[in-house]
């Protein structure tokens, strides 16, 4: 089927949730790949807009702020202002970010829902859910907890057991407690409205189904899924008291479902942006209702329901507004092979990135690209974000660029070439390079960024293997050294004056006339230019900073996507200003630390989830008594040979006759650590040989959360052989 054409799009990005900073599976499931794309719109100048805002309501924050004893504005306020930030350091360029607590945003949704309740097209249903008679309010999933009925852990929520990962409802709990105030809860009767999607299921079989087989097949296999089902009605409103109220008499105490008004807040903002500058962006309405105007939200795979489902339901039940024309959801990013967890802390916090790697923003973007988890989960390890800067934009990009722009420094005073007769390897170079345009777009347009990446550094691959040929290094030994200018009058700023600058072109040109040798470097420099012309255009959605950087190091601040794959982007006797690096080494130190962070938090994470064995049966004391613990004095240990695990120690027991103990512990400790303590162990163990070596007792040891173990010690001295008891 044919595409349509549009005369602009809408980009929107999954508004995160004000409850915590950003991390790097956000940027690499949504924010990346959604500014690549607004980024190589703009340069095609098309009409764009791009829209981003905080998700400021629902339950979990208004149980931080509990936790706090603060205010759930004081929460939002916090992180909203930290996660604005975050995006504006890594560039990602929302032309709005705002927040669903504002003004405009709960009118407009306010006004959404009525409009769908005085058409008839919520359903109003009585249902019972669990009450907390103490705090007097009925109790959101997350306001639950009991014991899972699967696996039996008794810290699981009323919508999930973080432990075995099964979905639950708060009356499937053992045992349910109120977070609140620590009561039982009891079933309550009360009102809420219903979004009535089963109604809307055969139009959106037929819209997904049949009308957009060429989303991406994670989204799309979870939405033919989903409508395989039957699909139910789904409550648009909660019983709490943090979010926007519903405008309907008699709804005291109810708020409008996060779920229904945080994408509303796509519009709201549009309308804020709008409104701020109505004779650049128009109005509204041009963006959400005008079918030339193409929808594209970009989300992680958690929220591919809402997107494609319920979202498009909702405005679909309205009347008024377009539909998605794509949703190219990103599945997850795991980090060092684990899942990233923010309540776990296992995760990478951008303002924290830049604090230990400040202005590297386009590294971490370069890196997240290239890992995309654009139809799987992927991973991101700090060995590899080393190994692609390293090896790629250090050693690949921008060893290419240092070399054309230094030799072109060296041998040309910095001013661009003139291009001489080509040969088979100019014209072969050219030739890689001229339709990179074209494979791009193709890349974009179909939401594949990792690969149209792979093809931007494909430029400097060619560009290296091309100077490396050409060796011009070689060829400028047989220059005659008296044509050669001297060096050119600068400014105080260290550019070439008018005057100066048309000495050196025309030196140049001198010189490429009178030397056949010259004239070949010049040729091979001039290519060399226009491959890096090409590309701070081909990285720019990619890699803003540096591609920015690099347009001044050529003078080149104007330009468009319409120039890439031309050869002639830096034309001849233009002056390029002073080179720089653009990339630089990380060294082992560096991620090393990275490394041994994460692994402190592994440890916090296992020791906070450390939960005792459950005691043992209880047994007389005339059983405990047959056992005899006593006092021994370590004379000697050493390592059993062939066994890894097997320490061999004579003990003092304090009958004058040493005895002989094999423990499993030589994995914890030396023998050297161990030699002269004062230990615990069972004496009366009948004896049991060992690895050819009879043991006659038994060390005692505690075993710690992470399965390391500790030997019993005394605090005071004591003789050996004296009794525990």
């Not at 940027?27 to 190589?40: F, K, S």
């Not at 703009?42 to 791009?50: A, G, N, T």
């Not at 019983?239 to 709804?251: F, H, N, Q, R």
């Not at 060995?383 to 072109?408: C, H, M, P, W």
Request: glycine share 6%; hydrophobic share 35%.
């Amino acid at each position: 089927m044919e595409q349509k054409k549009f005369k602009r799009t809408t980009v929107t990005a999954a508004l995160p949730y004000a409850n915590g900073g950003v991390h790097i599976g956000h940027l690499a499931g949504v924010y990346v790949p959604a500014d690549i794309y607004v980024r190589y719109l703009r340069l095609k100048k098309e009409e764009v807009v791009f829209i981003g805002g905080s998700d400021e309501h629902g339950v979990p924050i208004t149980i931080r702020a509990r936790k706090e004893g603060i205010t759930p504005q004081d929460v939002v306020d916090r992180y909203h202002e930290m996660i604005r930030n975050s995006f504006e350091d890594f560039g990602i360029s929302f032309d709005v970010y705002s927040r669903t607590t504002s003004k405009t945003h709960h009118k407009f949704a306010a006004d959404f829902f009525r409009k769908l309740y005085d058409e008839g097209k919520l359903e109003e249903k009585t249902t019972t859910q669990l009450y907390d008679e103490e705090a007097h309010q009925f109790l959101a999933d997350r306001y639950v907890t009991g014991e899972c009925p699967y696996c039996h852990n008794e810290g699981a929520y009323g919508d999930q057991c973080e432990k075995c990962g099964h979905d639950l409802s708060p009356t499937e709990l053992i045992n349910p407690k109120s977070t609140i105030s620590g009561s039982t809860p009891v079933m309550k009767e009360t009102v809420n409205w219903y979004l009535p999607l089963n109604k809307y299921q055969d139009w959106l079989k037929e819209w997904i189904l049949d009308g957009h087989k060429e989303w991406r097949p994670n989204v799309y296999g979870q939405c033919k899924s989903w409508l395989e089902m039957d699909l139910q009605p789904r409550a648009m409103t909660r019983d709490l008291d943090w979010g926007i109220p519903v405008p309907v008499e008699g709804a005291d105490g109810k708020v409008l479902y996060v779920w229904f008004d945080a994408p509303i807040g796509y519009i709201s903002n549009t309308k804020e942006l709008c409104e701020r500058d109505p004779q650049r962006w128009g109005t509204w309405q041009k963006w959400w209702q005008d079918p030339d105007t193409r929808l594209v939200h970009f989300i992680g795979k958690d929220n591919i329901v809402f997107h494609c489902i319920i979202f498009p339901v909702m405005m679909k039940a309205h009347g008024d507004y377009i539909m998605p024309d794509n949703v190219p959801a990103n599945e997850f990013l795991n980090l060092e092979n684990d899942k990233i967890s923010t309540s776990r802390n296992w995760a990478i916090w951008l303002h924290e990135y830049l604090l230990d790697f400040p202005g590297k923003q386009d590294v971490l973007r370069y890196v997240l690209t290239a890992n995309a988890p654009e139809t799987k989960d992927n991973n991101f390890t700090w060995k590899d974000f080393q190994e692609r800067n390293n090896s790629e934009l250090v050693a690949i990009y921008g060893n290419f660029v240092n070399r054309a722009l230094q030799l072109t420094k060296k041998y040309f005073g910095g001013v661009v070439p003139p291009c001489g007769t080509l040969t088979d390897i100019d014209r072969q170079a050219i030739l890689e390079f001229k339709d990179v345009k074209e494979r791009m777009e193709q890349l974009l347009d179909q939401f594949k960024f990792r690969e149209a990446q792979k093809e931007a550094m494909n430029l400097a691959r060619i560009g290296n293997r091309y100077i490396t040929e050409g060796e011009p290094w070689k060829l400028w030994k047989d220059v005659d050294a008296q044509l050669i200018q001297p060096a050119a009058e600068r400014r105080p700023d260290g550019t070439l004056t008018p005057a100066a600058l048309r000495r050196q072109a025309e030196v140049n040109s001198q010189l490429c006339q009178q030397s056949e040798a010259a004239s070949r470097v010049a040729t091979i420099l001039y290519v060399s230019l226009q491959l890096v012309g090409n590309l701070s255009i081909a990285f720019d959605p990619f890699l803003p900073f540096s591609s920015n950087r690099l347009r001044k190091m050529l003078d080149f601040m104007t330009f468009d996507w319409s120039q890439l794959g031309s050869t002639d982007i830096l034309p001849t006797g233009k002056m390029l200003q002073e080179p720089q690096l653009l990339f630089e080494k990380i060294d082992d130190d560096a991620i090393q630390a990275q490394l041994d962070r994460l692994e402190r938090i592994r440890k916090e994470n296992e020791a906070a989830a450390y939960k005792a064995e459950p005691i043992k049966k209880n047994v007389d004391f005339s059983e405990w008594e047959k056992v005899d613990i006593r006092v021994g004095h370590v004379v000697s240990c050493e390592r059993v040979k062939k066994s890894k695990k097997l320490l061999q120690f004579l003990i003092d027991d304090g009958t004058g006759s040493p005895r002989t103990i094999l423990s499993g512990i030589a994995e914890h400790y030396s023998p050297e650590e161990l030699i002269g303590k004062d230990i615990l162990f069972i004496a009366n163990l009948a004896p049991r040989k060992i690895m050819g070596i009879e043991s006659q007792g038994m060390i005692l040891s505690a075993e710690n959360y992470d399965g390391t173990l500790s030997v019993t010690t005394l605090t005071k001295p004591v003789k050996p052989g004296s009794k525990i008891g």
